[in-house]
């Protein structure tokens, strides 16, 4: 075996390049559907879905923990939305604990939920799945 | 006098592993009584208890392991055992913040990294001691780096990258576009298991060629190979956690593309099935030996399913149910650990040379593990397949209905995972006994 590490360094140089400049791309790509910025209520509603970890028994988009539903479209889903939301944060159904949260609170949380549901459709029933094993998912807003 | 600060790090680890399975087996059992504790302890506190306690158990224990190889196997001087001991205290005073955080609810974080935010600070500042320490070290000492050496650094400063990854959300830039802060919370903890896998697996490298007592293993070009494949993987392979998030198409057609390069490691594990671990020489280290063949197993599982759900026609049915947990515990556990109990057990025969790893009990512990695992990991299958099969064919009866229908896997779930507790203390327990035995004053 030869001592000499210097291949190694190079291979190891471009995969860094590549890292950092796919790195800067990905950081400065929004998503696929244009929607608005978060606004101060709903990024407040996210720090109250992460301080009462409501992820680790829900998800978004199908990531989270799974003992509940997932959560993405429930403002938009047929016969839920706004006051379905509060009643299941005041009354808390099988495992879901009851909180105990202001109406701004819950407000909050409706918003950041809200805002969720703008981004995108999850499950995408609508997905194509294709023969190379591609799936063309269903964008919000699509015809 | 040898420094004992990475017997610190192994007792530190094993102490994790044992709460984290305490704290999963008692999340587990609320998907049999949803309502039993729930006001005082959810679902929701334990698993942020369990997750992290048993990532750190992975990471404290690649950490103590890599620090004895250098010290006690290889001999190095270290360029500053002092910042081996204030790695190890601010480690230790980190883990009980975290603890506490969880217990009072501070946890501001998101998944895997529940806690306080501010305690990720006091993590960096112990992986950059680490790296300073490690490349110092090794750049002293070695010259033309084995496989291993390679992979311990890239894991050292990937892990130091992706964990200040997984706090951008903390800025605005990222945090005020759903899509794109969404997207990057998966990239950075998928490419934060990379980085510990490199850890992990860079000792399974290092285990091998010194039970087997060739080196080839490590210097070879295929083993180079390997290496930078796992690094493309680590570093763009992230976003097939994401097909179903709707982020530019490209971003998905790279991680699908980089995904399927994984198949080249499970055609080279079947071309070489003979050739590799099984080789291994078994007089030696017979429970090192052991848990090395149980890794070549769960390796062989593991890859087939992560490769089919890599697949975006597959991942749309998989994604969002417990098939995703079976490859996260089945990955975590048969490889993961399975890798770090056999340098446990090499350690110890370091130690103590005379010491007998395959006591009667031992094995017995070994066989029910490996029994139980498989059980535990076909009923999150199962369960994850029946939720699949509710949300995309039947589409009938509520959420609870379908949870209720899914409760004889859950209790195998339960059982099994009570299994695989008893069975790994079992395992443990005479190596605890031993490092505890060489820290005494
Ligand atoms: C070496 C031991 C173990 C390791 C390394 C481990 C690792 C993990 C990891 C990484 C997750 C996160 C899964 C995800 O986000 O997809 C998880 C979740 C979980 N684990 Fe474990 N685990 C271990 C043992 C156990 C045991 C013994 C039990 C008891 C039954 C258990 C029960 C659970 C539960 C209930 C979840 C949450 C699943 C959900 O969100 O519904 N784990 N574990």
Redesign the interface.
Known sequence: ?????RP?LF??AI?LA??GF?NYV??N?????A?E??SPAA?NG??LF????????H????????????LTNIYSAEGKGPNYIKAFLNS???????FNFSEEEKDALVEYLK??DE???????D?E??AT???K?K??NEK | MKSKAPIYFLLFAMTALFLGMFFGMTASFQYLMPEFLKENIPFSKLRPFHVTSVISWIVLCATGSIYFFLTYVEKFKLFSPLLVKIHFIIFLLTGVAIYFSFAFDYTEGREYFAFAPVLMVPILIGWVLFGINYFKTIYKNVKGWPVYYWMWGTGIVFMCYHLMEAHFWLFDFFRLNFIKDFSVQWKSTGSFTGSWNMLVYGISIYLMSKIKKDSNVATNKVAFFFYFLGLTNLMFGWAHHTYLLPTQPWIRYVAYGISMTEWIVLTSIIYNWKRSVLKVEKENHPMAYRFLLATDLWIFINIILALLFSIPAINFFTHGTHITVAHSMGTTIGINTTILFSALFFIVHQLYPNFETDRKWVKRGFVSFTISLFIFFVSLIIAGAKRSYWMYVSKDGSFSEMQDALIPYYISFFIFGIAIFVSLSIVAFPLFKAFLQKIKP
Do not use: H
């Open positions: 075996m030869s001592n000499n590490s190694y291979v190891i995969l590549l890292f796919y990905v950081y790509t929004d998503g696929y559907v929607v910025k978060l990024v996210q720090q992460q301080s009462n970890r409501c992820w680790s028994c998800q978004l988009y199908g990531s989270g923990g799974y003992l509940g539903p997932d808390g159904v099988k495992s879901m604990p009851q805002r969720v981004t995108g459709i999850y499950p995408n029933y997905a799945i294709e094993g591609w799936v998912i964008y919000k």
